[in-house]
């Protein structure tokens, strides 16, 4: 298994920005995709951003499209989630996953197989 890491995270007031990384043990195939997810209390985990990492392709979801941005690495070793205009509601514990051997990134939550820990996204008014 993929052993994944993320950091960045903190305290922010609304409208600042942060960028997470998420940091794998080991070559990220490119046969998989990454994701990053938020999950705030009471509250059911979505997905934010996926990447596709043979090609690059990302998706964000409407929660935070224009706002949010996935990227990764060259070395195919991190993944970044470039958060900006930030607002209270984007208060969350948020995770970066890998779905490995897949073929694309419409797959499902339960298809990412590889979690980190999370790192928790606090914003203030």
């Known amino acids: 298994q993929v052993q994944l890491v993320e950091s960045g995270g903190g305290s922010v007031q609304a409208g600042g920005s942060l960028r997470l990384s998420c940091v794998a043990s080991?070559?990220?195939?490119?046969?998989?995709?990454m994701g990053w997810f938020r999950q705030a209390p009471e509250k059911e985990r979505e997905s934010v951003a996926r990447i596709w990492m043979r090609g690059g392709q990302t998706w964000t979801y409407d929660s935070v499209k224009g706002r949010f941005s996935i990227s990764q690495n060259s070395a195919l070793t991190e993944v970044y989630l470039n958060m900006e205009s930030l607002r209270p509601e984007d208060t969350a514990m948020y995770s970066c996953a890998a779905a490995v051997s897949v073929s694309t990134c419409n797959v499902r939550v339960v298809d990412f197989n590889n979690w980190g820990q999370g790192t928790q996204v606090t914003v203030s008014t």
């Open positions: 080991e070559y990220t195939r490119p046969t998989a995709c």
